[in-house]
């Protein structure tokens, strides 16, 4: 990228893969390379035995079981795997799905797919605060309900869901509750027991992994979970996702979670100095900044804003030298405004106005000092071309 350093602000969208991780993994490509399924000589033993070690490693992060945890190519997959599974498996008990209108699109096409399949979805509201309302998610339930789908925080404002009291009720009227928690494992703690989580999602990459593997875990009794695979052919992960496991993807998605899940304290009281900083010296400077999301029930490294009169797609161009993005590395060649932004109820404007920034285990003081000053100029500068 040459030597002008770009200060990388953009840790929803991805993080680097931390060394520690890419250390345990490099063995894994050129000498311990079995497939983890043939067992019968020391080449797959010992390529299933790190497979088994990076299941209890996971399971252990959220209070699961080790064969609860299944391995994907990421949390897009996993969410399918969970929404589909448990409408063709559960079908038969009735057809109804409740989910939120902030979800990630990896959730919200599914449901579009499922309804067009003749399911029926209740997409529930939230608060400008990116919150549902407990007792419109309890009056959605009808004896026909069989999932509720709420993510566990948010991939663009950062706010964070009620967790365990959504399991409550999903588990005193008998639904399953799955939830997305790509952004969620290794910055916030995750008991899938306390919070009566029956089915969730991680992402590797999310948690300085490595990019297309994944974990879906499914609970196995108090209630099992069956799910239909979406993926067929050999009936590997419990005939869930059938394929040869990229092993060395597989440990580092063990190792990356165990480091995140280790070092989270220390990790969101930095996260938390850096964003506040930073929303403070923007509020300085720009006195009418907004903030989306929810100022205290939201991750520490989140930080969304959005500036009046700044377009943010001109913005984020004018930045040549720090990477932030205007809302969901999964829609961005998206002319639409941020669909959870609108959901807010502020109108697209503040959408449009729109700017996710997000620090990281590698960012540094001097990282945000430059960033304040970068961001600074810029909306200067496009607050005076707007004025002549």
């Not at 609860?68 to 949390?75: D, K, L, P, R, V």
């Not at 008990?93 to 990896?106: F, N, S």
């Not at 205290?296 to 932030?324: F, Q, T, W």
Request: charge should be neutral; include cysteine.
């Amino acid at each position: 990228m040459g030597e002008r350093k770009i200060i990388y602000l953009d840790h929803h969208a991805t993080t680097p893969v931390d060394l520690r991780v890419l250390q345990d993994m490099l063995p894994y490509f050129t000498e311990v390379y079995g497939n983890a399924a043939s067992i019968d000589h020391e080449y797959g033993y010992e390529a299933k035995q790190a497979v088994d070690k990076a299941r209890e490693q996971i399971a252990k992060a959220i209070n699961a079981q080790s064969e609860e945890i299944i391995f994907t190519s990421g949390a897009t997959e996993s969410d399918n795997i969970a929404l589909f599974g448990v409408a063709e498996k559960y079908g038969h008990r009735g057809k109804h799905i409740i989910t939120a209108v902030t979800e990630h699109k990896a959730v919200l096409d599914c449901c579009k797919r499922l309804e067009e399949m003749g399911y029926t979805v209740t997409y529930l509201p939230v608060d400008e605060f990116g919150l549902i309302d407990l007792q419109s998610l309890e009056k959605a339930i009808t004896p026909k309900t069989i999932l509720i789908s709420i993510m566990a925080a948010n991939n663009e404002i950062g706010t964070i869901a009620p967790l365990e009291e959504i399991g409550r009720i999903a588990k005193k009227h008998n639904v399953f509750f799955h939830s997305d928690a790509a952004q969620a494992v290794g910055h916030i703690p995750i008991d899938v027991q306390k919070m009566n989580i029956d089915i969730l999602s991680i992402s590797g990459h999310k948690l300085y992994g490595p990019k297309g593997i994944g974990v879906l875990y499914r609970r196995k009794s108090n209630p099992r979970v069956n799910l239909s695979p979406v993926i067929y052919g050999g009936g590997h992960e419990k005939g869930l996702r059938s394929g040869t496991l990229n092993v060395p993807a597989i440990v580092g998605i063990g190792k990356a979670v165990e480091l995140a899940c280790k070092e989270m304290a220390p990790a969101e009281k930095r996260y938390r100095q850096l964003t506040d900083y930073l929303w403070k010296a923007l509020k300085t400077d720009f006195p009418g900044i907004l903030l989306n999301g929810h100022p205290e029930k939201r991750l520490a490294h989140n930080l969304n804003i959005s500036i009046p009169g700044i377009e943010s797609k001109a913005l984020i161009v004018l930045l040549k030298d720090v990477a932030v993005s205007a809302g969901s590395a999964c829609t961005t060649n998206s002319v639409e405004p941020s669909h959870v932004i609108c959901a807010l109820g502020f109108g697209e404007g503040r959408a449009h106005n729109a700017i996710r920034i997000s620090v990281g285990r590698f960012t540094g003081a001097e990282d945000i000092e430059q960033a304040v000053q970068s961001l600074s100029k810029a909306v200067k500068g496009l607050l005076q071309l707007s004025s002549v």
